[in-house]
């Protein structure tokens, strides 16, 4: 038994009123963890594992926020770090202690990391490490995976997570209107998982590449053995950059991310949510030849790549990252969330498989989701041949019970608790019955 329960309150009047004056004013609607429109909330405040929305109602969140939350919300060594920022001031557009302290912080944790830059998003990071490559190479094809998430840039909204119909490889596919219709011949497609049919894609483009860009963790999907060495020697082979999207795994999967979890150093990295507390960062880190390129000794050259913006080194977020990187140095800290969702995960499978339903359970101890299918997820194709319908449908169960996680992804945060770990176990059962 654990000491959480969950009945739904009502909606208040107040909570009525700010979703009604969300659908006059916000083109986008708002963000919510379910399709149904009876599940829409407005978050009121957030502690530790736990969010809570305007009507009173609390939740266990394993969605936070999209994954930065990685310490848990409103931690307190990032309060008080961010309020003795804000008391020093929040934005400056020149250099500041607390943002050369977190590069400093980030070359000694990530293997790749010579030297950083630090913007605002990891849509910004991702598309900067693009630019640098192909500043390095002199050439402007990009070769990205298939499902594959590189942020809201439009070379990075091709072929990404949100594509149905997919394309024969290499040809792309746009996720989004308003891209201009050249942005296609500047990206490959390749299969995730497949390191043959990637290498031939690779070496019969070779001389138009300008770098390949991979979530190490694609999505949920682990890479499989071999795949990422293989593509590491490809690139260095060839000489064409190979970037790390560790926007979601770096700092989450390992102290370092997936380059340490895997053992696979690439040339380039983004980084950002896990120890971002929440607040704007994103993060280029990489080798040091590659991002001189955007240093002083090429700012009168056309080899200079601009990367700068009004809020790049911001020192309330640079304060914010200090304080989560701090926390993860703990003894243990990465063992014991490890251990929770390693339980977590595995009790999943186990709910479902008792209750006869089909389906796997992917990703790692700390980021993982269920696709409702028979056959094994290796890449982004297995994946559609799942019941997404029900993917939805078990979201929405689990939010009956008080769990919020989302469309996609359960995140575990250092913050979630053993009675938060055994409370999710017994809704999985009940959800899988209903199911």
Excluded at 417 to 425: A, F, G, L, N, S
Aim: hydrophobic share 45%.
């Amino acid at each position: 038994m654990t000491g959480f329960s969950f009945t739904r309150k009502p909606r208040t009047a107040r909570e009525q009123a700010l979703l009604a004056a969300s659908e006059r004013t916000m083109a986008c609607g708002i963000r919510g963890p379910s399709l149904r429109a009876e599940n829409q909330m407005v978050v009121e405040r957030a502690q530790g594992s736990h969010l809570f929305d305007c009507s009173g109602n609390e939740y266990i969140d394993y969605l936070l926020g999209s994954g930065p939350m990685f310490i848990g919300h409103a931690h307190p060594a990032v309060v008080a770090a961010v309020a003795r920022q804000l008391e020093a001031g929040s934005s400056f557009l020149l250099g500041n202690e607390p943002a050369i302290r977190l590069c400093e912080a980030i070359v000694a944790a990530v293997p790749c990391a010579e030297k950083v830059t630090l913007h605002n998003s990891g849509s910004e990071a991702a598309h900067y490490a693009m630019r640098l490559a192909r500043a390095y190479r002199r050439r402007d094809v990009i070769l990205k995976f298939e499902g594959g998430y590189h942020g809201m840039g439009d070379d990075a909204l091709m072929s990404n997570q949100w594509t149905f119909r997919p394309a024969e490889f290499p040809v792309p596919v746009p996720n989004s209107a308003g891209i201009p219709a050249g942005v296609a011949g500047q990206v490959l497609v390749a299969p995730f998982n497949d390191l043959d049919r990637t290498e031939q894609i690779v070496r019969r483009h070779a001389d138009a590449l300008g770098g390949i860009i991979v979530e190490p963790l694609c999505r949920t999907t682990p890479p499989v053995p071999g795949f990422l060495p293989g593509l590491q020697a490809l690139a260095r082979e060839l000489d064409i950059p190979l970037i790390f999207d560790e926007v979601v795994t770096g700092f989450r999967l390992a102290f370092g991310g997936a380059q340490v979890r895997y053992g696979v150093v690439p040339d380039l990295c983004a980084l950002g949510k896990a120890i971002s507390a929440g607040h704007p960062l994103g993060v280029v880190a990489g080798r040091a030849d590659i991002m001189d390129l955007a240093g002083a000794a090429t700012a009168m050259t056309p080899r200079h790549v601009r990367l700068t913006g009004t809020y790049s080194g911001n020192p309330v977020s640079a304060a914010a990252a200090l304080a989560v990187i701090e926390e993860l140095k703990t003894p243990g800290i990465y063992e014991a969330v490890e251990a929770r969702g390693r339980r977590l995960q595995m009790a999943l499978a186990r709910s479902l498989e008792q209750a006869g339903i089909a389906a796997q359970v992917v990703g790692e101890a700390t980021a993982f989701q269920p696709w409702f299918t028979a056959e094994a997820v290796r890449d982004h194709r297995s994946t559609l041949r799942a019941d997404w319908g029900r993917g939805l449908r078990f979201g929405d169960l689990l939010l009956d019970r008080g769990i919020i996680k989302g469309h996609e992804k359960f995140f575990l945060s250092t913050a979630h608790t053993d009675d938060d770990i055994d409370y999710t176990i017994d809704a999985f059962e009940q959800v899988a019955g209903q199911l």
